[in-house]
C-alpha cells in the first residue's frame, strides 16, 4: 500500500480531484465524489472496463461544512466524524508508508500511539 495525499496542489494521475485510485493488476479503480471508473490495463486478459458512473451525493463539502459549523458553534456533539477517525486513518496510512518505504514490518502499540 502506498499512500500519496496531495488535495489542493494538483489532480490525480487521471486527472481527476479529490479521490482515490486503487492501482491493480488488471486495472485501476477511481472513486471520487463525483463517481466511480475503472480502466483496464492494455495486457489484462479480464475485461472490466466500466464508464465513469456517477454516484449519490457525498461532497466532501458537507464534511468542511459539519466541521466549520461545530467549530463556530463549540458543540462537539454535532460532529458526524470525530477527529480521533481523521487521525487513525491518517496513522494508518501513515504507517503503511513507513513500512513501504523502509521495507520493514511495523509493530502498532495503541496504548502508545
Known sequence: MVWDSAMGIDND????????????NNGTLILNCGGWE???????????????????????????ENFVSVVK???????????????????????GNIAYRSGKKLEWDAAKE
Open 13 to 24: 494521475p487521471y486527472n481527476r480531484e479529490h479521490g482515490i485510485d486503487y492501482i491493480g
Open 38 to 64: 475503472v480502466i483496464e490495463e492494455k495486457q489484462s486478459k479480464n475485461k472490466v472496463s466500466k464508464p465513469f458512473a456517477p454516484s449519490i451525493d457525498n461532497r466532501v463539502d458537507k464534511h468542511w
Open 73 to 95: 458553534s463549540r458543540k462537539l456533539e454535532d460532529l458526524h466524524c470525530p477527529v480521533q477517525a481523521a487521525a487513525h486513518v491518517a496513522t494508518v496510512a501513515q504507517m
